[in-house]
């Protein structure tokens, strides 16, 4: 094989890459394909060394490189946003909740519809512990 048929082989492995989601196991086979393209171009009639050295960087990407992409990927912590960023939070009664009467917390500056299963006073803090339709579930501290 010639330095474009690796070359043009490489291309091939990133766009399948690109298509699948992040596991990064088209890009290690890529980087042999383009170290096998580089050994085609300084030994051209040598096709079992140009394998040689596909499966060889190959391979040692896979156990090399592929795992540290993947802490990388998985370092980036994901932040709860919108409605999500409520549970588990606390927040404040301000109208008295019972088991049989919905009342409200506020939290985060805003003010929304809380049930309960115990009496909740005025002033007290709960921990959101899910939330159903409009109304937050809460529980006392």
């Excluded at 399948?16 to 170290?35: D, P, Q, R």
């Excluded at 060394?49 to 993947?70: E, G």
């Excluded at 912590?77 to 009467?101: G, Q, R």
């Amino acid at each position: 094989m010639t330095l474009v048929s690796w070359l043009i082989f490489a291309v091939i492995l990133i766009i399948c890459e690109i298509l699948t989601s992040s596991v990064f196991f088209f890009i290690c086979i890529a980087i042999g394909s383009i170290f096998a393209g580089f050994t085609a171009y300084y030994f051209v009639d040598i096709l079992w060394i140009q394998i040689i050295v596909f499966l060889l960087v190959s391979v040692l990407s896979l156990y090399i490189i592929r795992p540290i992409f993947k802490k990388m990927v998985h370092k980036l912590k994901t932040t709860k946003s919108n409605i999500d960023a409520l549970i588990e939070a606390n927040a404040i009664v301000i109208e008295e909740i019972t088991p049989t009467k919905a009342g409200f917390v506020k939290v985060y500056g805003e003010i929304w519809r809380a049930k309960s299963d115990g009496n909740i006073k005025p002033g007290e803090t709960v921990k959101i512990k899910s939330i159903e339709g409009t109304s937050l579930m809460v529980e006392a501290l």
